[in-house]
């Protein structure tokens, strides 16, 4: 699809000279690649040392210490791809117009998938959809399909009372003129900034709220909130037989482009409901299904040439972000291959020195600029718009999924939800013995959907753009539950995982089939969980070594010793200097590096060992939603800056013993240092176990110092106790 079938055209004498985007090199591109050559030549003296230490004696400890360098190593090399070529993007929208006239923009499917009404609020959903129903956008040319997969009347609700509240909503953003068009986020907002009529908005939207979050608390939905016949009717679908996971599909027009006006007499967007027909005894994929099957269901209604993905919580906060994207997709001069444009992640509500390093910043805008100057960035499962063909490399099985069909019919009539309904049903994808999640939609396989899929469209041939506006497109949830942070990390190694050791693995077929650094990139991420290997192995070696009194690396008159501080200091200077260049601050940039190593001991490991288990079939996994819904004291812990423990959880154990032994073994140290001296031959295991105690000061606090309901469990540190004397007692036997 070129952009003139997307609306493209007609492209004046002015437009040919005035750049639509431009792009270049980060300016410290050059100082990364000479660096990446002085540290390879570190990383490889320090490999010789090792091998050299073992041709003199060989032991588990010299083995383990090997293994750990050596994964390092791998990781180190897989992620200098994102440092050689990283890019910088600046859009022009002014110049959109002489592109194509907005009559002739191409029309836009936004999905927005929710699957939980009591982990992920209706309320927030409802205020995602708003945000983007008020884009800057031709309404006609607009839909909205909200995925519900936990089949809940509740969300269904929900959007109804979002239907009636947006006919008064949309007008008054697009006369005022508003950026915040996320309710939410406006009512917060200075009510300095707010327009004569706003007040009267607020009381209808907080009259919504009200009666959305009554009927999510109570369970029930009261009659006396239900306004019509047709309404009635869609809530008898709900039967006693009807659950999450076994239900029919259901599927509700709640407005209707060119029927329903708001009350300026203006109409109104699209909106659809959709829930997917599930069976206890089918796969359903997980979001993977969810999304295809509204691929499937817009398909039969708008089918739309550009798709807008986004998570529950991820609202818009630029009404002009679709214009943004079109600047690269009806650019006649782009790649006929690009795929998708990618956004950042942004969220906001993190607190000020973000303790649990949910910002996320190297996944969701360093390394995507540094993956835009290859063949693009991976998606990030929300915030991408794609050409609708990219999903369809097979063939069709209806005459509604062709990419060229354009319904003419209403999207209420009879035969096209008739169609809606038969390709959203659970037996669709067996029956029709489709490519669905193999070579058509987004892929199966492995519960990390988005970058899964972004791979393969890679591995196909597509491309990909970030686009990293100032103001940021879209705003979301972070976690601000620690055991719900960790939890969401595991699932993604378990994902991840599946991908590396998949018959398409990034190391072997990615390197080949795309290039080699884009290859590497997506390796990079497909290995995430290896990480664990290296940090468990130096967050209790070193620490047994020294609690038994030995000494496991060089002197300080060794010039070995000064190989290990460069390669310490040198990744971690790295690392702080590309959070600090893209905003980030040095408190922030502490509490990630500290993250990192507590999911490297908890869900990295715990999420590896789950993987394997499964792999053998003797465990399996379920795709557990992470709640975005937030107590107010778990809330007020959280910013003020106080990690939430709270649940005996088993991610908890592995920190929990390593700072035991830790603490232990740093005291220890000190205290043979003062009796028998040793400091040259100790210093280094002293430093690190100094660095590594430090790092766990929040867990000591929540083991010690805290006696609110967020403390370590009493159960917790007393099994990691045990845990630690066990291995002291066996490192005993091996030192």
């Known amino acids: 699809m070129t952009s003139k079938e997307m609306g493209g055209g007609g492209l004046t004498d002015q437009s040919q000279c005035l750049p639509l985007h431009t792009r270049a090199l980060l300016h410290h591109t050059s100082a990364n690649r000479v660096f990446a050559v002085v540290y390879l030549c570190a990383i490889l003296a320090l490999l010789y040392h090792h091998f050299l230490a073992l041709l003199h004696t060989t032991t588990v400890v010299s083995l383990l210490f090997l293994l750990a360098d050596a994964v390092l190593a791998f990781m180190w090399a897989t992620a ?149 016949k047709q309404e009635l009717e869609a809530f008898s679908r709900w039967t006693d037989g009807f659950t999450s996971q076994n239900h029919p599909a259901v599927i509700q027009v709640l407005l209707e482009c060119g029927k329903d006006e708001d009350v300026m007499g203006h109409t109104m967007p699209n909106l659809v409901y959709v829930s997917r027909g599930k069976s206890i005894n089918l796969p359903h994929n997980f979001k993977a299904g969810a999304l295809n099957a509204l691929l499937r269901v817009s398909a039969t209604m708008t089918n739309a040439p550009v798709i807008l993905t986004l998570d529950s919580d991820m609202y818009s906060n630029d009404p002009q972000t679709p214009l943004r994207a ?30 649990y390093g949910g ?246 490991s715990i999420g590896s060992v789950e993987y394997i288990l499964k792999s053998i079939g003797i465990s399996t996994f379920g795709f557990n939603v992470t709640s975005k819904a937030v107590e107010e004291e778990q809330s007020k812990r959280y910013k003020k800056g106080m990690f939430e423990f709270g649940v005996a959880s088993p991610l908890f154990l592995p920190l929990t013993t390593a700072a035991i032994i830790n603490l232990v073994s740093f005291l220890w140290g000190i205290a043979q240092i003062f009796r028998q001296g040793r400091i040259e031959d100790l210093l280094l295991q002293i430093l690190l176990v100094g660095f590594a105690m430090v790092n766990c000061w929040p867990i000591y606090e929540a083991m010690v110092l805290r006696a609110d309901e967020a403390k370590m469990p009493v159960k917790i540190t007393l099994i990691s106790i045990v845990l630690a004397w066990a291995l002291y007692l066996a490192s005993s036997i091996a030192f």
């Open 359 to 604: 910002e996320a910043r190297h996944v969701f805008q360093i390394h995507p600029t540094g993956m835009d100057g290859l063949k693009g960035p991976i998606y990030l499962g929300t915030g991408g718009f794609f050409r609708r063909k990219v999903f369809f490399g097979g063939p069709s099985e209806t005459f509604e999924l062709k990419q060229d069909h354009l319904g003419s019919k209403s999207i209420k009539s009879r035969e096209i939800l008739a169609s809606a309904h038969h390709v959203a049903d659970c037996n669709f994808e067996s029956q029709s013995q489709s490519q669905w999640g193999t070579k058509m939609g987004f892929r199966y396989g492995s519960l990390v959907e988005d970058m899964y899929t972004s791979y393969m469209l890679q591995c196909e041939g597509w491309k990909s753009i970030f686009c990293h506006p100032k103001r940021p497109a879209f705003l979301g949830n972070s976690p601000t539950n620690f055991h719900d942070f960790l939890n969401q990390t595991r699932r993604w190694s378990i994902g991840l995982l599946e991908v590396a050791f998949c018959k398409y693995s990034p190391i072997t077929y990615g390197t080949r089939t795309i290039n080699l650094l884009s290859g590497l990139c997506f390796a990079y991420y497909s290995f995430w969980s290896i990480w664990s290997i290296p940090i468990t192995i130096y967050a209790f070696l070193p620490q047994l070594a020294l609690l038994n009194y030995v000494s496991i690396f060089p002197k300080m008159s060794d010039p070995w010793f000064f190989v290990y501080i460069f390669c310490f200091l040198g990744a971690y200077g790295q690392d702080y200097l590309e959070l600090i260049l893209s905003g980030g601050t040095t408190q922030r940039w502490w509490n990630n590096q500290r993250v990192w190593m507590m999911r490297g001991l908890s869900s990295f």
């Open 80 to 228: 200098q791809a994102f440092r050689m070529c990283p890019t910088q993007r600046q859009v022009f929208i002014e110049h959109l117009q002489h592109v194509a006239k907005e009559s002739d923009y191409p029309a836009l499917d936004v999905f927005i998938c929710t699957a939980d009404p009591y982990k992920e609020p209706p309320i927030s959903v409802v205020n995602t959809a708003l945000s983007v129903m008020a884009y800057d956008y031709p309404t006609e040319k607009l839909s909205v399909y909200v995925s519900d997969d936990g089949g809940s009347q509740l969300t269904l609700f929900a959007f109804m009372e979002a239907a009636r509240f947006a006919t008064h909503w949309l007008p008054y953003c697009r006369k005022n003129k508003i950026l915040e068009r996320c309710p939410e986020a406006y009512f917060e907002s200075n009510p300095s900034s707010w327009f004569p009529e706003a007040d009267q908005i607020k009381l209808m939207y907080e009259n919504m709220r009200v009666r959305v979050e009554t009927a999510v608390k109570s369970g029930i939905i009261s009659h006396d909130y239900i306004n019509s």
């Open 326 to 355: 079109l600047c690269y997709l009806l650019d006649p001069s782009m790649d006929p291959k690009l795929a998708y444009v990618q956004f950042p992640q942004i969220f906001y509500g993190i607190n000020k020195n973000d303790i």
